[in-house]
């Protein structure tokens, strides 16, 4: 069956330190694989998107990797401020692109 | 960028009554749209997948007579959870995908927080 797997345990780090999140699947053959980010209370923001051709991508101090071939993504936030504390979200569309499926996410706290 | 609004944001109901939720986008087209409900601390589990002028397609044990979707124009979805009961309550989200352009990205409504007394 297709899966979606992201650390399900919270993610602690200083401020001013280099968050990783991880993404794994299995089952799936996404042409592209998206990151969203939720506050509590709140529907989830859309953050980046990566295409299977693409091996990173980057946007301000957020950097995606996608291994088409290790079936993983990891989502890294560079400089961590306080504010970034807040759920991560993997998302891939299910073949044929009409549905898009989340992942649990991983909560990341970033302590001052 | 686009815009999705959902409203309410909270609503408190009695058992039993009826409850709807609307979903708009404000400055796009969406064809389709998504409703998903989320259980504190656990990841979104999609509900429906709602078309424009035609009936919604339901995800397997989600009820279609409880949770009634209607998607009449391309900028608005309802969702009315029927007869409301105390296991209803959750946080109800809904998405939309623009109908033009590279559609792969989702926009999200702020969600509605529900509860049944």
């Known amino acids: 069956s297709q899966k979606i797997e992201q650390n399900s345990e919270a993610l602690n780090i200083q401020e001013g330190k280099t968050a990783t999140l991880t993404c794994n699947y299995t089952?799936?053959?996404?042409?592209?694989l998206q990151w969203y980010r939720q506050d509590p209370g709140r529907g989830p923001v859309f953050l980046l998107l990566?295409?299977?051709?693409?091996k990173e991508k980057r946007k301000e101090r957020l950097k995606v990797t996608f291994d088409t071939t290790l079936k993983q993504s990891l989502f890294h936030i560079t400089a961590s401020q306080p504010a970034d504390s807040a759920t991560y979200l993997c998302?891939?569309?299910?073949?044929?692109?009409?549905?898009?499926?989340f992942g649990a996410g991983t909560r990341l706290f970033v302590k001052a | 960028g686009a815009v999705v609004s959902q409203h309410p944001s909270w609503v408190i109901c009695k058992s039993g009554t009826s409850v709807k939720i609307e979903c708009r986008s404000l400055?796009?087209?969406?064809?389709?749209m998504f409703w998903y409900r989320q259980f504190p601390k656990q990841s979104l589990m999609l509900m429906a997948t709602?078309?424009?002028?035609?009936?919604?397609?339901?995800e397997q044990g989600v009820e279609k007579d409880k949770f009634l979707i209607n998607h009449a124009s391309l900028t608005l979805s309802t969702l009315t959870v029927t007869s409301a009961h105390p296991e209803d309550s959750s946080f109800y989200i809904c998405?939309?995908?623009?109908?033009?352009?590279?559609?792969?990205?989702?926009?999200f409504g702020s969600g509605t927080q529900l509860s049944v007394l």
């Open positions: 998405s939309a995908k623009p109908t033009t352009g590279r559609n792969e990205k989702l926009f």
């Open positions: 089952n799936y053959s996404p042409a592209y």
């Open positions: 990566i295409r299977e051709n693409e």
């Open positions: 998302a891939l569309d299910e073949t044929g692109g009409f549905k898009t499926i």
């Open positions: 400055d796009f087209q969406a064809t389709t």
């Open positions: 709602s078309n424009e002028g035609s009936k919604a397609t339901y």
